[in-house]
């Protein structure tokens, strides 16, 4: 999600605290207009009762307010000024009416300030509505005081308690945000990785023997095609998992099923289309795992083979070991290559730092690093019951 975007259900949006949507600033313009209403409204309504020259114009000032308000998420502090003007005129037209019943749409405003701006200038905010605590005094002595001090304290708390509850949604949605898009750059890597590491070896292999052995390099074109139209299925079937919409190539396609141990034997298929020769080892039972477990080990141990025909200098054979316990997937990848292929190069690129983020988010642990005799290691411990 960009950072200027908004969200229609969020009352208060956006980094700088006052961005805010149109519904929410609908809702917010009548919910304060029916409490200026409710609590202004009747107080003049029953102080003017007698002042049949003051009532029309006190009432005027009300619905200027009411109006007034339907800009406070816009420019909240010139609303909170204008309603404070208009409210000690109010005030001072209907003097029954109390000073805090009057400057309620400044308080209301005074509430959207503290929420929606910084706290420096919610702040000042703050002290100039504490500037007519005199008259309050003056007016209703030390209960026309408290009352006053406060509702203004009470508006402003409310204000920086809404800001702080939409700040963690905000910073919630944005971790979200980032560990989505990690998950889906992981899942696009070991997709597109694996594929294209395949596909290149195989079209140098192709290349070199074009002329002298063309059936060869038949298969090899061919061994590319279908390495292509299975990365082109888990693209589909990882765009599908994301709700992101594909435009089919033909009615009635079949899906593929998604990356998963039991495809294990299709995946060292297409390294061994290399030249590589791979074996494979499976023990235990693979019926009931956890589904990220069961994606987890997949991913592991394919970008453990697409790390081997990349980098592993010298490298003709892997050795695949995956064992399934009671409470646990073990996943073992050797290849016989130079102890080059362990380099520090090789241990900060995204495929090791991805298959250990893997391991992890499903409660396991991975190593990866030279042999003492030569050729690298991959090893991965992935716990069922915690991944459950």
Sequence with gaps: MDRGSRQPDDAFGGEGRDVVSPRAARALWWGSAGVVLAVLGTSVLVAGAEQHRRLPVAVALVLAQ?????????????????????????????????????????????????????????????????????????????????????????????????????????????????????????????????????????????????????????????????????????????LRAFRLEMEDDGAGEQREPGPSLARLDELADTVRATGMTVNVHREGAYDGLPAAVDLAAYRIVQEALTNTLRHAAGADEVSVRVTAEGDCVNVRVVDNGSTSHGSSTMGAGRGLAGMRERARLVGGSLRAGPLPGGGFEVVARLPVERAS
Excluded: K
């Design 66 to 238: 009411t109006c007034a308000l339907r800009w406070q998420a816009r420019a909240p502090v010139a609303v909170l000024a204008a309603n404070a003007a208009t409210g000690f005129a109010v005030w001072a037209l209907l003097p029954a009416v109390t000073l805090t019943g009057a400057l309620i749409a400044a308080q209301v405003g005074l509430c959207v300030v503290s929420a929606i701006r910084p706290r420096r200038e919610s702040v000042r905010a703050l002290a100039a509505m504490c500037l007519p605590a005199p008259l309050a005094f003056g007016a209703g002595g030390g209960s026309g005081l408290t009352v006053y001090v406060l509702a203004v304290v009470l508006a402003w708390t409310a204000g920086q308690w809404r800001g702080a509850q939409q700040a963690r949604t905000r910073a919630e949605l944005r971790r979200a945000v980032v560990e989505e898009r990690a998950r889906i750059a992981r899942e696009v890597h070991d997709v597109v990785a694996h594929s294209l590491s395949v596909m290149v070896i195989q079209a140098g292999a192709a290349d070199d023997v074009f002329a002298q052995r063309p059936e060869q390099a038949r298969q090899a074109l061919q061994a590319i095609e279908t390495g292509a139209r299975s990365a082109l299925g888990e693209l589909r079937l990882l």
